[in-house]
């Protein structure tokens, strides 16, 4: 059973920094590439980025380019998002996913002075 744990979200200023955590089991995690979405209240889930399976390769989206970074630890079986110079429009719920199984329970991240 594909298990999801983000973490690491929490209150931060304008302009300041965190890193996002998800911990992943019941799969092969090395075999899938990972990606990182969110979703603003009465918003469309938003995909945020993406990495491969290796982590290689990534990508992510215009909105948080140059600011957000996406990388892995398949030792660790863990997704991570880095996520600098934070403005109150990056405000969301933040998840993690698979191409298989469901959705975590998410990690609220909250930037406000």
């Known amino acids: 059973q594909v298990q999801l744990v983000e973490s690491g979200g929490g209150l931060v200023q304008p302009g300041g920094s965190l890193r996002l955590s998800c911990a992943a089991s019941?799969?092969?995690?090395?075999?899938?590439?990972m990606s990182w979405y969110r979703r603003v209240p009465g918003k469309e889930r938003e995909s945020v980025a993406t990495i491969t399976a290796a982590g290689g390769s990534t990508n992510v989206a215009d909105s948080v380019k140059g600011r957000f970074t996406i990388s892995r630890d398949n030792a660790k079986n863990t997704v991570y998002l880095r996520m600098n110079n934070l403005s109150p429009e990056d405000t969301a719920v933040y998840y993690c996913?698979?191409?298989?199984?469901?959705w975590g329970q998410g990690t609220q991240v909250t930037v406000s002075s």
């Open positions: 019941g799969f092969t995690f090395s075999r899938y590439a």
């Open positions: 996913k698979a191409p298989i199984g469901g």
